[in-house]
């Protein structure tokens, strides 16, 4: 199940390009939050906090419960980090939206899928292992969100595949998907074929023949 952490925001009135600049300078991030029925609101949070708590993270879905501080008292806001934007080349993070949800609601969300172990057609008949979904589509309460879905590969066999119906779904969760599209499948190898005669005499080129020189005439033979 994806880890619930916890998160220090506070509202952020301000708003523009100046804005934003101001809270960079003064190490925080900004951030907005909107879903679950309610008006979206700017926030920011600690830049060090969200980059700890992202850096920790093993999948893309991080539950967060925002500690939203107004006015001496702190708001709970259960929410799904939905989207980082990060700097270029830094990486540092630059904006967060928070997705807000309801322990009592279904929501849908991206899983990454990952293999695991190595494929018997791959380690003893030297196929290739191909993963067509990188990620699959699920259906399920905040509190059953796995982090990653990860696949048991090693008896798949040339030709044998893995679709989207196979896949280890913890309980609560289901994916909505087409349940016929491939994951995984296990390829032949790939030899390459020798050029037969023929081919390998069209690509050599036309022979050349060079033509034959005349023998010398006998000495004392009159031309």
């Known amino acids: 199940m994806a880890k619930q952490a916890k998160l220090t925001a506070r509202p952020r009135s301000e708003s523009g390009r100046n804005a934003v600049k101001q809270v960079r300078e003064r190490g925080s991030v900004p951030a907005v939050i909107y879903g679950a029925k309610t008006e979206p609101a700017n926030l920011e949070v600690s830049r060090r906090d969200i980059e700890a708590l992202l850096s920790h993270a093993v999948g893309e879905n991080i539950l967060v419960e925002l500690e939203i501080e107004e006015g001496g008292k702190t708001t709970n806001r259960l929410s799904l980090i939905q989207e980082v934007q990060h700097h270029p080349i830094r990486r540092e993070v630059l904006h967060v939206d928070f997705h807000a949800v309801s322990m009592t609601e279904e929501i849908e969300a991206e899983i990454v899928v990952e293999s695991v172990g190595e494929a ?58 087409d349940a016929d599209l491939t994951v995984f499948i296990v390829a032949e190898p790939t030899v390459a074929e020798e050029p037969s005669p023929a081919a390998a005499a069209a690509s050599a080129g036309p022979e050349v023949i060079k033509e034959k020189k005349p023998d010398a005439a006998p000495s004392g033979e009159k031309k």
């Not at 791959?122 to 990620?135: A, I, P, Y």
């Not at 309460?141 to 280890?168: C, F, M, W, Y």
């Open 120 to 177: 018997d057609g791959v380690k003893n008949f030297g196929g290739l292992l191909e993963q067509n979904m990188r990620s699959v589509t699920i259906k399920c309460l905040p509190q059953n969100l796995p982090e990653i879905i990860r696949v048991d590969v090693t008896a798949l066999k040339i030709g044998d595949s893995i679709h989207v119906r196979d896949l280890p779904l913890p309980q609560g969760v289901e994916t909505v998907d």
